[in-house]
């Protein structure tokens, strides 16, 4: 009974730390920038599709992941993104992470800025990305929000007061391919990452995701709950070793189906239920989002600075 | 009996300080009202060049939603949670997007407009909008097409109706 207290008490804390930056931009946001946006958000939370931020919109994200774990504590992690389109074919996004392991403490485990290029002009049968993302990120983090190289659940087990000593400074790289077809979306990324210590070797990994949403086509009228509100689909993620061992021994793989909720107000809910695919994964997480994307944001920004419409 | 002295040296040079002050804040205001035009004249140029090289395949594409007596008055509420921020509630254009009423609009047929809203424009800011299913590009589509026929009001609630 206590131990469910404290792990309540350790959310709502955890939760009202890292989500002030968000609800501080949430909160400022619509002052810069009335307009929010409604923008068939994907449905994915580890899987890129190859859809960028529309040019000067601002979406502001928040995320969740509640995780069992074996050999130690159960854990909330969760991170805020705050993503910009620059241009058509350039997006750029801000991740702020943290977590709460239950019985230990609430941590602020790093930051992450990533980019996303789009090479090709016009849309093809594959549509490829280039994503490029720097990570500054203690031992402690526990989004899995990729999930990389020997990456296994018994490396979660270690106590917040001795992983969050440890610094890791990374660059991934991924190529998002992505294609659209009658109305399904199929995704693929292959994930390289090199931690920047030079004796570490690169690690593998790879997401894949499939959707579509449930109306093809709009209903005339504004509606909250019509088909096409709602995409569903599944995504697959895990580790494919590293340059020193590839392939899958020692490595942890999920299945999760996604659902996105896309409300006309401009916000978007997402809910996926993940579960480990081998003995070496977390047996279950379940994730959760919302957010909400603020159009005009750069130009409202700009008029604040003397620019004119 | 004192003499009112007016100071004619600072007051000369305070009026001449307001009338420069307004000076250069028109000049500065026209040189941003022309700025915003050049681009929105650039923007509609580039909109129309991408309309114009719609291969002819995608200019012979028919509708699906041809038939679909909704189909517009769907588009509509498309058009206000996608495109209207850039181009205008009115579909007249902004300084970030094109205005969608032009002659070179009207005249454009239905499967250019759809191959340009399926791969944008995006070295010229407008994204590709693949992400929407098929049936409702031309349900935008057919939207669009509202817009110029004289003969059609624009569905209620929609964003032509603003």
């Not at chain 1, 660059?171 to 292959?190: D, M, R, T, Y």
Request: glycine content about 8%; aromatic content about 10%.
């Amino acid at each position: 009974m206590n131990e469910t207290r404290y792990a309540v008490r350790h959310t709502v804390a955890s939760l009202l730390h890292l989500r002030f930056a968000a609800l501080l931009l949430a909160a400022l946001a619509p002052l810069l920038a009335p307009s929010p946006a409604h923008a068939q958000e994907s449905p994915y939370i580890v899987t890129y599709d190859h859809y960028l931020e529309e040019p000067g919109s601002l979406e502001v994200e928040y995320y969740s992941t509640l995780g069992t774990q074996r050999g130690g504590n159960a854990f909330h992690s969760f991170w805020a993104e705050f993503e910009y389109g620059v241009k058509a074919w350039w997006t750029t996004e801000f991740y702020l992470d943290g977590q709460t392991t239950f019985n230990q403490s609430t941590v602020f485990t790093g930051f992450r800025w990533e980019n996303r290029l789009r090479p090709l002009a016009r849309e093809h049968l594959v549509n490829p990305i280039l994503y490029i993302e720097y990570e500054h990120t203690k031992a402690s983090d526990k989004i899995l929000k990729e999930v990389e190289g020997h990456d296994v659940e018994a490396d979660y087990a270690v106590p917040n007061s001795v992983s969050n000593r440890d610094q890791d400074h990374e660059l991934e790289f991924k190529l998002l391919l992505s294609s659209q077809v009658k109305g399904w979306n199929i995704a693929l990324n292959p994930l390289f990452v090199k931690n920047l210590s030079p004796s570490e070797p690169w690690e593998f990994g790879y997401a894949l995701g499939l959707s579509r949403p449930l109306g093809l086509k709009a209903s005339p009228q504004r509606c909250n709950f019509c088909p096409e509100n709602f995409i569903a689909g599944v995504e697959m993620y895990g580790g494919l070793g590293d340059s020193r061992s590839p392939g899958l021994n020692q490595t942890s793989h999920y299945l999760a189906p996604v659902l996105a909720w896309n409300l006309p107000s401009g916000w978007t809910l997402r809910l996926s239920p993940g579960f480990g695919l081998n003995d070496t994964s977390h047996q279950f997480l379940l994730r959760w989002g919302v957010s909400r994307e603020f159009a005009g944001f750069g130009a409202a920004v700009r008029r604040l600075f003397g620019a004119s419409r | 009996m004192t003499r009112l002295r007016i100071p004619v040296v600072p007051g000369a040079v305070l009026l001449l300080a307001v009338a420069c002050g307004f000076a250069l804040f028109g000049s500065a205001a026209r040189a941003q009202q022309e700025q915003a035009q050049q681009e929105q004249a650039q923007s509609t140029r580039n909109f129309h060049n991408a309309l114009a090289k719609a291969p002819e395949k995608a200019r012979a594409m028919h509708s699906q939603v041809e038939t679909e007596p909704d189909a517009a008055a769907a588009g509509g509420k498309l058009f206000d949670l996608h495109c209207a921020e850039c181009h205008g509630k009115k579909a007249a254009g902004t300084r970030r997007g094109p205005s969608l009423l032009g002659l070179e609009m009207q005249q454009a047929p239905p499967g250019a407009i759809f191959w340009v809203l399926t791969n944008g424009v995006v070295r010229h800011g407008m994204p590709v909008w693949s992400k929407l299913p098929e049936p409702q590009r031309w349900q935008l589509v057919a939207f669009l097409q509202s817009l110029r026929s004289p003969g059609r009001q624009p569905p209620p609630g929609s964003a032509g109706e603003q």
